[in-house]
């Protein structure tokens, strides 16, 4: 007897076919019609699994040659990494190497310490202390007022010996002008000559007092748009007040200039039935000075009383304890008083000082 067996390994359905006539597996006789076909199945099951099979195996060796070259790849990717890490120990030795023979050849005695640390050389104040520059020379924060208000100033006198700003004393401060001692303001100093100069400031303006060595040299007043006008004044024949003075009142107007001039202008009454001396008041006190001179204009140009005609006119002259004064050759008869044609305007170049 033959028989043939499909195992169920190879895909087959593990059933025994056999030649003879066995009732449950025989193909003889009558078995062959309900044998035949199915046994015929099972042998094409088992080629579709054997084909199975062998396309498994083959991307099963694909997949063996893929991993192979990664393998391969990552080996040339260790080998560059170890490459690498060699080159970069070889610089930390290098690194290393710099940094002993430069402690080596570093003196001890120049290493300044945080302060209280324990070790010699530590910090001191200037450790813990601002500085001004950003990215140029640096300077201490407050040297010298920088960044603070400088150091306080209480005799005015006393010469700069360094490039500083101050702050004055105030009531306490002394031989200021004008009132700098409430202000703040900046000393220069050259140590070559011994020149200085203080700026000082107040709110009547901005002054220069300047030394040569410790001897006071000059007292210098900035001018500027606020203080060219305003009230002129002078101590000892020197200017300490504004450069023009304009002012006017009952008797006039007039123009003080700091180098001590003088001008006045006044409409005056006169009185052209008098021909005795007639005094008036100017509108500011003033000297003769070395060349004073005043004058006299019609008011009313087309029809003066004639009495007041320049010809009529005897005496002009000034009188420093009253005035200025007038007197006419031969008194007139009035006509219309308190009007321009009885009236002269007076004109004066003096000295105030």
Request: hydrophobic share 40%; with cysteine.
């Amino acid at each position: 007897m033959n028989s043939v067996t499909f195992p169920e390994a190879l895909g087959g359905n593990g059933q025994t076919y056999t030649d003879d006539a066995d009732p449950n597996t025989g193909l003889d006789g009558l078995g062959y019609t309900v044998r035949f076909i199915p046994c015929l199945q099972q042998a094409v099951i088992m080629g579709l699994s054997a084909q199975s099979n062998a396309q498994a195996c083959a991307d099963y060796v694909q997949q063996c040659q893929t991993l192979r070259e990664e393998v391969g790849n990552d080996r040339l990717a260790v080998a560059a990494d170890r490459q690498h890490v060699d080159q970069q120990r070889q610089a930390v030795d290098t690194a290393a190497a710099s940094a002993a023979q430069s402690a080596a050849s570093v003196n001890a005695d120049n290493i300044v310490h945080k302060p209280g640390s324990g070790l010699p050389n530590a910090a001191g104040a200037a450790y813990n202390r601002e500085v001004e520059g950003g990215d140029g020379p640096l300077m201490a924060k407050g040297f010298g007022g920088l960044g603070g208000q400088g150091y306080q100033l209480s005799d005015f006198n006393a010469a700069p010996s360094a490039n500083q700003f101050y702050y004055g004393a105030g009531a306490s401060g002394s031989n200021d002008l004008l009132g700098a001692k409430y202000w703040p303001g900046v000393d220069l100093y050259r140590l070559s000559s011994g020149h200085s100069i203080r700026l000082m400031f107040s709110n009547l303006g901005a002054f220069i007092r300047g030394w040569v060595a410790e001897d006071l040299s000059f007292d210098f007043r900035i001018f500027h748009d606020k203080n060219v006008i305003g009230t002129v004044s002078q101590s000892g024949g020197v200017p300490t007040g504004a450069i023009i003075e304009r002012g006017s009142n009952a008797n006039g107007e007039y123009v003080k200039f700091a180098d001590g001039s003088l001008f006045f202008s006044s409409v005056k009454d006169v009185n052209v039935a008098d021909s005795g001396v007639q005094f008036f008041t100017p509108p500011v006190v003033y000297i003769p000075g070395s060349a004073p001179a005043i004058t006299v204009a019609h008011v009313s140009t087309s029809s003066p009383n004639p009495a007041l005609y320049f010809e009529n006119i005897r005496a002009l002259f000034l009188d420093p304890t009253a005035g200025y004064a007038l007197r006419l050759k031969t008194a007139g008869v009035s006509s219309a008083p308190g009007t321009n044609s009885e009236r002269l305007i007076f004109s004066g170049w003096l000295k105030w000082y």
